[in-house]
């Protein structure tokens, strides 16, 4: 495991992460929406993230997904009820992951959703298994992006899909702009749009779209931001005001760097 994936599993198994993205995010998703007016909320735009690219999936009779940073499970839990999909959630954070096997046997979907404690740098699933690879704003906690994609292929069975959304930087992103954000999620670098085509494409991959939605990015933070200033007094008493003000400062650097398109996100989704 990369020093980076550490930091990102004992972050997320910390008490103020994991009480602040369950009440935030309510519970189930834990990656940027997708919003159609000022009104929505984070849980029913994180929503609307997932039927998204859910819908973008050519899938026939086969229908075995991987989620890799899968998180609370909402993803996995809305695949395995709506499309009939036998879902494995790999996920490094213990306290997401338990959290995750109790939605998921409450919602009586514990026979198609199984979760694993696991490091997509090294995916402990063996070779061509997976119809779909999908990840949500999660290998952006990668130390090893290469090696992350290199896993992706390995898992994938001939003509599966790689979808996923990620936290990336603009090719040109100055560095006085990036490093708050760095050192914020403890990385030492960002991942590109440019850089996961060259990626996917030495490796073999097809690239089926690119959809380029750094504005989602601004209003989700955006939200965010609101949701901690209005919810202040209640969420700390959950989490340290210590880690919520930080929080706050974190998401006006997002929202800055967003709204310059040097901070990007966007939905990618590949064959092989």
Same mark, same amino acid.
């Given at each position: 495991m990369?020093q980076?994936v550490?930091?990102?599993?004992d ?18 998703d ?12 984070i849980?029913?735009a ?29 993803? $996995?839990?809305? =695949? $395995?009820?709506?499309?009939?999909c ?5 996920? =490094?954070?213990e $306290?997401?992951?338990?959290r ?21 740098e ?12 999908w990840?949500?704003? $999660?290998?952006?906690?990668s ?11 390995r ?22 702009? =990036? ?12 991942g ?10 030495? =490796?073999?991959?097809e ?33 340290d005001k210590?880690y ?9 650097h ?14 990618m989704?590949f064959?092989?």
């Amino acid at each position: 495991m990369s020093q980076v994936v550490s930091k990102a599993r004992d972050y997320y198994n910390s008490t103020n992460a994991d009480q602040f993205y369950a009440k935030v995010w309510g519970g189930e998703d834990i990656h940027v929406g997708l919003y159609e007016g000022e009104d929505d909320s984070i849980y029913d735009a994180s929503r609307r993230t997932v039927h998204k690219m859910a819908s973008l999936l050519e899938l026939g009779s086969s229908r075995r997904v991987l989620d890799i940073g899968s998180g609370y499970g909402g993803a $996995a839990r809305y =695949l $395995a009820e709506t499309l009939d999909c036998q879902v494995d959630c790999l996920n =490094l954070s213990e $306290a997401q992951n338990d959290r995750n096997r109790e939605l998921t046997k409450s919602q009586g979907l514990d026979k198609q959703v199984q979760v694993f404690e696991g490091n997509f740098e090294d995916m402990p699933f063996g070779d061509n298994l997976y119809d779909v690879v999908w990840s949500q704003d $999660a290998i952006v906690h990668s130390g090893n992006r290469t090696k992350v994609v290199e896993e992706v292929y390995r898992v994938l069975n001939k003509g599966g899909q790689f979808i996923f959304t990620d936290l990336m930087r603009s090719e040109d992103c100055p560095q006085d702009v =990036l490093q708050p954000i760095l050192d914020r999620l403890h990385l030492d670098s960002m991942g590109s749009i440019e850089f996961y085509q060259r990626t996917a494409k030495n =490796l073999g991959f097809e690239e089926v779209q690119v959809i380029k939605l750094t504005e989602q990015l601004v209003n989700h933070y955006s939200h965010v931001l609101k949701g901690i200033e209005t919810n202040y007094e209640e969420l700390s008493s959950m989490s340290d005001k210590d880690y919520l003000d930080g929080q706050k400062q974190g998401l006006r650097h997002w929202i800055d760097a967003g709204s310059q398109d040097y901070i990007q996100w966007g939905i990618m989704h590949f064959r092989k």
